[in-house]
């Protein structure tokens, strides 16, 4: 009997122990608030390319937003366990602006802000090709080299303006391009000067005139408010100015191109004079030496007097004394015109049209 | 017995729709040599879809055409009561940025999942592609994917002796297009100022072919061989396709597209003169009621629409030059009312989705039916 009332007894205790366990668990619960703790910014490259993050949430109820506003969630992938995670979003978080964690979307539950780089010196613009102060009326094209890659988003236009000093009148003389001309890494634009309005009769030639007008000058703009691809704004406002020119008709002549050896350092350097400016790029890559063999001579291109001259020095002594200069018929003067055809011309009948040849060779000896 | 003949009906049924709405199944060997992993996409400046789900992207960084193999090839019913304002500004919002740090550079559906895919550029040069998934979006992986790759290669010298090492050359890709087993690219280059147009057959080989262009433009009495492409579409004109070209200012011309081979010049014919001081942004087609009409988004005028018919019925070539600023001569077409389109694609046989600027600024993405249209 006793056994039987022990054995009440001790279900009784158990029953209030169940209870007891339930309400505990229940003032735990209630306790056990949920949270999200920022822990760090994840750089790579110095780019902010995650968040570090703990929370004792299930994550599949936490979202990353823009600021507090915004209700589309950031793309991006959350990875890790044991209350740490990592959330990475598909483009690196921006400088300077506050995203927040959101429980299902709405709730705040943590925020943080991608600090700001402190401006290292801001961005650079290195050069403006053509670097000659007075250009022909039929300028083609202009090249702007950075010296870090360029922001990737607005148009490049919207950076430079170009003012007709002598009128007093803003112009705008670029071809606007929805893809842009940019090298791969970003530091070199092409502009082309609008070509409609180059070549002699087209609608927008008679429309509106060529895009520069000999005897004028002009101030070119370049706006500090460009980014580079980090954010930094360019280090000052860069002005070029230049002075207009008569018309280039003439293609360029190799024949009339002077060629001379210079000792600098003991070193023989063969330096070519075009008697003109030339497009600064194409000079650079469609000129090569060969030797008697045959074979290419390596070594290093840089342009002189404003891009008139190519200075060559060979990475090795000179092996024999017969050398041979070979230009692609690409390459161009600042007027477009190439070894074979002037750019303001008529493909189909030229009468004046030199036989197209894929390669112009100037032999010469070293001495 | 009698339990058995339904049993089976309803498994043949259950077969049917499956068959009906799951995956093509395709034995092409179109992805045969695709490889997986990062292709290394530098930017996307174009997207177009050719066969099977399979996406063209236009890398003008990397001088390169890319096929991804989306594997998006469920069939589907288009969502046609798309109408998303802010459009941008969802699209930075979901990229974790503001509107002024991203590009829509291109948007094109999937014909046959029907799925509406962006590619974008953010502000640190990182290119995304997006899918559109009610209101929001899904990322597409650029660094994980089923891809092949070809580049676009320079005219090379004659002379084989004479090739060099040569900087890597920037194409601005200005529209890409499948056709016909073949990716058709136009585009620009920063160096050497000319419009080159190329076909490339896909599956993608070694072999490409580039033509350079000359169009007979309405204003002056001489070839223009320079101007570059903006748009193009594919027009059969008597059993031949052509190449049916918008250049800056407006003219659009035809060129008989295989006529458009290496190292031949090709003389195009001029057939409208849709006005000066317009740039041509987008151009479709679609059919309705038996007629094919074309479509062509414009920088400064307002869609327009123009009638197979009528090209087709054109046999002339614009030579005179248009005296009057803005007037427009050639084939006829219709202004709809829709200004500031900035891309196009058919959603499906009978609706257009669009992405308009309107006069608040704001960018809204909308479908419209072609009846409307």
């Known amino acids: ?367 | 017995m009698k339990k058995i003949v339904p049993a089976f009906a309803l498994i043949a049924m259950v077969l049917l729709t499956l068959s009906a709405t799951t995956a093509i199944e395709s034995d092409s060997n179109l992805t045969e040599n695709f490889v997986t992993g990062n292709p290394g996409i530098a930017s996307i400046n174009h997207i177009s879809f050719g066969p099977e789900g399979i996406l063209f992207l236009g890398d003008s960084k990397s001088a390169a055409i890319y096929a991804l193999n989306t594997k998006d090839v469920k069939t589907a019913a288009p969502a046609t009561e798309i109408n998303i304002n802010g459009f941008d500004k969802k699209v930075a919002s979901a990229l974790g940025t503001t509107v002024e740090n991203i590009k829509i550079t291109d948007m094109a559906v999937n014909p046959i999942s029907r799925n509406v895919y962006f590619s974008v550029q953010a502000a640190d040069g990182t290119p995304v592609l997006l899918k559109l998934k009610g209101e929001g979006f899904e990322n597409i992986s650029l660094k994980d994917v089923s891809y092949s790759k070809i580049e676009l290669t320079d005219p090379i010298p004659a002379d084989a002796k004479d090739k060099w090492e040569r900087p890597l050359r920037t194409w601005a890709i200005s529209d890409l297009k499948f056709h016909d087993g073949q990716v058709l690219v136009s585009g620009l280059s920063n160096k050497e100022f000319g419009s080159t147009f190329r076909k490339i057959p896909f599956p993608f080989k070694d072999g490409q072919e580039y033509a350079s262009l000359e169009i007979w433009h309405a204003a002056h009495g001489e070839y223009e061989t320079h101007a570059p492409i903006k748009t193009f579409d594919v027009i059969k004109l008597d059993g031949v396709d052509h190449l049916m070209a918008s250049y800056t200012c407006t003219p659009l011309v035809l060129f008989p597209l295989d006529e458009l081979k290496e190292g031949k010049h090709t003389k195009g014919r001029t057939v409208a003169e849709l006005g000066a001081g317009n740039s041509p942004l987008d151009m479709i087609s679609y059919e309705r009621e038996g007629s094919t009409y074309f479509l062509m988004s414009n920088s400064n005028r307002p869609v327009m629409r123009i009638k197979y018919d009528d090209i087709a019925d054109f046999k002339e070539s614009l030579t005179d030059p248009v005296p009057v600023f803005a007037e427009t001569e050639g084939v006829p077409y219709d202004n709809l009312p829709f200004p500031y389109v900035l891309q196009m694609d058919n959603l499906d046989a009978t609706h257009v989705i669009y992405l308009q600027r309107q006069s608040d600024g704001d960018l809204r993405l909308r479908v419209r039916t072609t009846e409307w249209m």
């Open chain 1, 1 to 367: 009997m006793d056994v039987v009332c022990a054995h009440n007894t001790f279900k009784k205790i158990k029953k209030i122990k169940w209870y007891l366990i339930f309400f505990c668990s229940i003032l735990l619960a209630g306790c056990h608030e949920e949270s999200v703790t920022i822990e760090q910014v994840d750089y790579e490259s110095e780019r902010p390319v995650g968040i570090t993050f703990s929370t004792n949430m299930d994550i599949e109820k936490l979202r990353v937003f823009v600021g507090e506003e915004s209700q589309t969630s950031v793309i991006g992938v959350i990875v890790g366990d044991k209350g740490k995670h990592h959330f990475a979003p598909v483009v690196p978080f921006t400088e300077g602006l506050t995203y927040t964690f959101r429980k299902n979307n709405t709730e705040v539950m943590a925020s943080f802000t991608i600090p700001k780089r402190e401006n290292t010196g801001g961005a650079e613009l290195i050069a403006i090709h053509p670097k000659v102060d007075t250009v022909p009326e039929n300028l083609l094209k202009m090249y702007f080299e950075f010296a870090q890659p360029m922001q990737e988003v607005q148009n490049a236009l919207d950076f430079i303006s170009v003012v007709n000093e002598t009128d007093g009148i803003e112009i705008k003389p670029f071809l606007r391009l929805e893809s842009e001309l940019w090298n791969k890494e970003r530091t070199v634009l092409t502009l082309w000067l609008d070509p409609g309005r180059i070549k002699t009769d087209l609608i927008p030639n008679k429309e509106k005139g060529l895009p520069l007008t000999a005897g004028k000058r002009y101030t070119m703009a370049i706006d500090s408010s460009w980014k580079s691809i980090q954010g930094t704004p360019l280090l000052k406002k860069y002005t070029k100015k230049f002075y207009v020119g008569p018309r280039d008709d003439t293609m360029p002549k190799t024949k009339e191109w002077q060629l001379c050896m210079q000792i600098e350092d003991s070193v023989k350097i063969l330096l070519m004079d075009f008697g003109e400016p030339m497009d600064a790029f194409l000079a650079k890559e469609t000129i090569r030496v060969y030797n008697t063999g045959d074979r290419q001579i390596q070594g290093k291109f840089n342009l002189l007097e404003n891009e008139s001259v190519l200075r060559f020095v060979p990475d090795e002594e000179w092996s024999t004394p017969k050398i041979e200069v070979r230009i692609e018929s690409r390459l161009e003067d600042l007027a477009g015109n190439n070894l074979n055809r002037l750019f303001d011309t008529e493909v189909k009948k030229d009468p004046n049209q030199r036989t197209p040849k894929a390669v112009f060779r100037i032999p010469f000896e070293v001495r």
